[in-house]
Nanobody
């Protein structure tokens, strides 16, 4: 059974940092793109960052320069380092895996496996 388990969320003041982790089990995802989405209350779930097996990376404009995505294929884990956090970063963050070799997709419909989500709250 495939599981993606996120950790590292929490409450932080504006300007602070958090590091999210997503550990996968049940199968190896080293060849597939992995990403982080977020969903704020009443809003659509959007891709924040994604990384391919070849370390090609996408960042959404609002987080570029502040967030860093990385992956450790040996640990089947993807990370999201979030610096200079802003109140507008408050959301539930989800990791996801796209079971298509190579390319990143911005659409959540293209991602087959999802974690349960972790809450990130940034206070002003």
């Amino acid at each position: 059974q495939v599981q993606l388990v996120e950790s590292g969320g929490g409450l932080v003041q504006a300007g602070g940092s958090l590091r999210l982790s997503c550990a996968a089990s049940g199968r190896t995802f080293s060849g597939y793109p992995m990403g982080w989405f977020r969903q704020a209350p009443g809003k659509q779930r959007n891709l924040v960052a994604a990384i391919t097996s070849g370390n090609s990376i996408y960042y959404a404009a609002p987080v570029k320069g502040r967030f860093t995505i990385s992956r450790d294929n040996a640990k089947n884990t993807v990370y999201l380092q979030m610096n200079s956090l802003k109140p507008e970063d408050t959301a539930v963050y989800y990791c996801a895996v796209r079971i298509v070799l190579g390319s990143i997709s911005l659409s959540e419909k293209e991602y087959a496996y999802w974690g349960q989500g972790t809450q990130v709250t940034v206070s002003s």
